[in-house]
């Protein structure tokens, strides 16, 4: 992800992250048919 903060910003008022893992810096989201989609930072 180019701007990590905006688009966690963006999943979290969307309402749908399903799983964040704050130690490792990445989070997933749902799809609409319900798979969980991995979020990185760009490094």
Sequence with gaps: M?????????????????FENHAMGLYFITDPDGQWIEVLPEK
């Design 2 to 18: 180019d701007d990590y903060d905006a688009f966690h910003k963006l999943h979290e008022e969307m309402g749908c992250i399903a």
